[in-house]
């Protein structure tokens, strides 16, 4: 391993102003999105809906470092013949891979998940980095309801998302390490901040029996929002300290940079908490985002599976990758979302 290179990605990664555009949607998943625009889930469709976002080359060259892919999307060759990773890498963006492959039932441990993939990873490995791919992600998904999580759901994914960042960093590419507390459910923003606290705690100390040098991963936490069904909202002030307090608690400053998911928040709201964590500032590591839905809700509308409003998607696309990218420098304003519209 070569730790000074995997940093210089790592920073890459979350270099200022830049975040990363998860587009890692497993077949299954995409095919949730292309439903709710009534389009066909087809393997040309994925395509181009994809080409759609890695061709918008404003947003791509000014606001994104990098773009997580599914393993379908890293072989797959825009209309032209052109491969896709070749347009992410044109626009000056870092490929990266997904490669959990999923999650099945904790046995033993009723409504909990653990996610799999480890078993041929390091096989799988070389052939990415071969394709382009300079980081990858793994996500462990820990949800909170009535007697959950378990110690053993903790555990195990935290274990996992260590041996997978060891294999990675072997294989020369970034790990992104995504433990995501699930923001579905009736729970409180102060059972968010335990069990997230929990969590972060434990990947740390399954990353340092693993020896992984953290200056060679990027951490994807969730932030600390209350669930859904609590109707108990919270501000994007209480959010923002919240989450900071948490990271602040849990996340050694030797961690090169980290980069949100949006977990179900309005683009907006993912946004607005970025920006108010980054006014708080003076924080060890650079704090941006790596969204999937509140990066692409607004474009897969606009884009509604119909070539003639690809102009109109990149537009949709350019509007979040902006607003993101000004929050990720702490220079978000709310009437800048109004502007555009
Ligand atoms: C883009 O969605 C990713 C893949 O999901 P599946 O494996 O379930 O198909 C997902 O891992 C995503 O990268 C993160 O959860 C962040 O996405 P959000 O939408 O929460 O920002």
Same mark, same amino acid.
């Given at each position: 391993?070569?730790?000074?290179?995997?940093?210089?990605? %790592? /920073?890459?990664?979350?270099?200022? @102003?830049?975040?990363?555009?998860? &587009?890692?949607? +497993?077949?299954?998943?995409?095919?949730? *999105?292309?439903?709710?625009?009534?389009?066909?889930?087809?393997?040309?469709?994925?395509?181009?809906?994809?080409?759609?976002?890695?061709?918008?080359?404003?947003?791509?060259?000014?606001?994104?470092?990098?773009?997580?892919?599914?393993?379908?999307?890293?072989?797959?060759?825009?209309?032209?013949?052109?491969?896709?990773?070749?347009?992410?890498?044109?626009?000056?963006?870092?490929?990266?891979?997904?490669?959990?492959?999923?999650?099945?039932?904790?046995?033993?441990?009723?409504?909990?998940?653990?996610?799999?993939?480890?078993?041929?990873?390091?096989?799988?490995?070389?052939?990415?980095?071969?394709?382009?791919?300079?980081?990858?992600?793994?996500? %462990? /998904?820990?949800?909170?309801?009535? @007697?959950?999580?378990?110690?053993? &759901?903790?555990? +195990?994914?935290?274990?996992?998302?260590? *041996?997978?960042?060891?294999?990675?960093?072997?294989?020369?590419?970034?790990?992104?390490?995504?433990?995501?507390?699930?923001?579905?459910?009736?729970?409180?923003?102060?059972?968010?901040?335990?069990?997230?606290?929990?969590?972060?705690?434990?990947?740390?100390?399954?990353?340092?029996?693993?020896?992984?040098?953290?200056?060679?991963?990027?951490?994807?936490?969730?932030?600390?929002?209350?669930?859904?069904?609590?109707?108990?909202?919270?501000?994007?002030?209480?959010?923002?300290?919240?989450?900071?307090?948490?990271?602040?608690?849990?996340?050694?400053?030797?961690?090169?940079?980290?980069?949100?998911?949006?977990?179900?928040?309005?683009?907006?709201? %993912?946004?607005?908490?970025?920006?108010?964590?980054?006014?708080?500032?003076?924080?060890?590591?650079?704090?941006?985002?790596?969204?999937? *839905?509140?990066?692409?809700?607004?474009?897969?509308?606009?884009?509604?599976?119909?070539?003639?409003?690809?102009?109109?998607?990149?537009?949709?696309?350019?509007?979040?990758?902006?607003?993101?990218?000004?929050?990720?420098?702490?220079?978000?304003?709310?009437?800048?979302?109004?502007?555009?519209?």
């Amino acid at each position: 391993m070569n730790l000074s290179d995997l940093n210089k990605v %790592a /920073v890459a990664m979350t270099a200022p @102003g830049k975040g990363i555009l998860a &587009a890692d949607e +497993s077949t299954g998943t995409i095919k949730k *999105r292309f439903d709710a625009i009534m389009t066909e889930n087809t393997e040309d469709n994925r395509r181009d809906y994809r080409e759609m976002m890695f061709r918008t080359t404003e947003a791509m060259k000014n606001h994104i470092s990098g773009v997580i892919l599914y393993d379908e999307t890293i072989w797959q060759k825009a209309k032209d013949g052109t491969p896709l990773v070749d347009i992410i890498k044109a626009a000056g963006a870092l490929p990266g891979i997904k490669v959990d492959e999923g999650t099945k039932p904790l046995p033993n441990q009723p409504g909990e998940l653990i996610t799999i993939g480890l078993d041929r990873l390091a096989d799988r490995l070389p052939k990415y980095y071969d394709a382009g791919a300079r980081f990858a992600k793994w996500r %462990a /998904v820990i949800d909170i309801g009535k @007697g959950i999580p378990s110690h053993n &759901a903790i555990h +195990s994914n935290a274990h996992a998302l260590a *041996r997978y960042a060891a294999l990675c960093q072997a294989a020369q590419i970034v790990p992104i390490v995504e433990p995501e507390v699930l923001m579905d459910g009736e729970h409180d923003m102060a059972q968010c901040e335990a069990v997230t606290t929990w969590m972060l705690k434990e990947t740390f100390q399954e990353l340092y029996y693993a020896n992984v040098p953290l200056e060679g991963i990027v951490l994807k936490p969730n932030m600390i929002v209350p669930g859904k069904k609590s109707g108990k909202p919270a501000s994007v002030e209480q959010v923002a300290e919240a989450t900071v307090r948490v990271l602040k608690n849990c996340v050694p400053g030797a961690v090169s940079g980290i980069a949100f998911l949006s977990g179900g928040q309005s683009d907006e709201e %993912a946004t607005a908490h970025l920006d108010a964590m980054n006014k708080i500032g003076n924080l060890p590591w650079a704090l941006t985002f790596s969204y999937g *839905r509140a990066l692409q809700a607004a474009p897969q509308k606009a884009w509604a599976g119909k070539a003639d409003n690809v102009a109109a998607a990149q537009r949709a696309f350019m509007h979040r990758a902006k607003m993101n990218s000004l929050a990720a420098l702490g220079q978000w304003k709310a009437d800048l979302e109004k502007k555009a519209a």
